[in-house]
């Protein structure tokens, strides 16, 4: 029998009391095959779904507790993970529930990973474009129930800031709902801009009140054999950011 692919896991580093646990996986180590190589934990790509499955059952081996899956819809809801039946529509969900696994699927879009200090509670948050100028951060951490001083956050892999490509009326947004925004953006020939998702990620924790913040030093465009990206390949999977107490 040949043995299954070694699974490539992310740990964050980052403040978190001991108990709270978080991971993110890549693209190495599953079933699926093509475009979708080869860890792929998304059902809703056009991916082999027995491939999927095969996925999520090794992921699930790894957990306390199968994950609850969103359906992402790239706004600013968030929502209690302990009493979300499987796809609901959120981008954010938080748990004071020991054992339950907050998670979120994304391929370019910023992961925010959030834990309270005493390990009351943790949250984790989608953030592309859309979701960080409608206020999916704020709602995460306003929906977490603990002071925000009280938080520590890790900004999990995410496009990096010399490829993300964006047009003005996506700097526009942002900078509606911040005016100090435009600091992330350098502008390029033809009213393009560079966005830096990781800055605008930070300033919307600052904005919340989380003051310590670790991460942000990926690229999933350019890392093209660790990370599945929408930006550069269109059709392809996606990999998850997930945080959990333990039991």
Same mark, same amino acid.
């Given at each position: 029998m040949t043995a299954a692919p070694a699974l490539d896991l992310i740990e964050p580093d980052w403040a978190a009391p001991p108990g709270v646990r978080a991971l993110v996986t890549t693209r190495r180590g599953g079933a699926s095959?093509?475009?979708?190589?080869?860890?792929?934990?998304?059902? /809703?790509?056009g991916d082999d779904p027995a491939a999927v499955a095969?996925?999520?059952?090794?992921?699930?081996?790894?957990?306390?507790?199968?994950?609850?899956?969103?359906?992402?819809v790239h706004g600013?809801?968030?929502?209690?993970? =302990?009493?979300?039946?499987?796809?609901?529509?959120? =981008?954010?969900a938080v748990t004071r529930v020991r054992g339950t696994v907050c998670a979120v699927l994304s391929a370019d879009c910023l992961p925010v990973l959030l834990a =309270?200090?005493?390990?009351?509670?943790?949250?984790?948050? /989608?953030?592309?474009?859309?979701g960080l100028?409608?206020?999916?951060?704020?709602?995460?951490?306003?929906r977490i129930g603990?002071?925000?001083?009280?938080?520590v956050a890790w900004l999990g892999p995410a496009i990096g800031p010399g490829v993300y490509e964006v047009g003005a009326e996506v700097r526009a947004a942002l900078v509606a709902a911040d005016a100090g925004a435009a600091a992330a953006f350098a502008e390029r020939p033809g009213g393009k801009f560079l966005a830096d998702l990781y800055a605008l990620g930070r300033r919307r924790l600052a904005a919340a009140g989380v003051t310590e913040v670790a991460g942000g030093g990926f690229c999933t465009f350019t890392e093209r054999d660790r990370f599945f990206s929408y930006r550069r390949e269109g059709t392809t999977g996606r990999f998850a950011s997930l945080i959990w107490m333990d039991r």
């Open positions: 095959h093509g475009r979708f190589a080869s860890f792929n934990l998304a059902a /809703h790509v095969c996925n999520r059952a090794r992921l699930r081996s790894l957990l306390p507790a199968e994950p609850v899956w969103l359906e992402q600013a809801t968030a929502v209690a993970a =302990d009493a979300a039946p499987p796809g609901t529509r959120a =981008d954010a =309270d200090r005493r390990g009351r509670a943790v949250g984790i948050a /989608h953030a592309g474009w859309r100028a409608a206020g999916v951060i704020e709602a995460a951490v306003a603990v002071p925000p001083a009280a938080l």
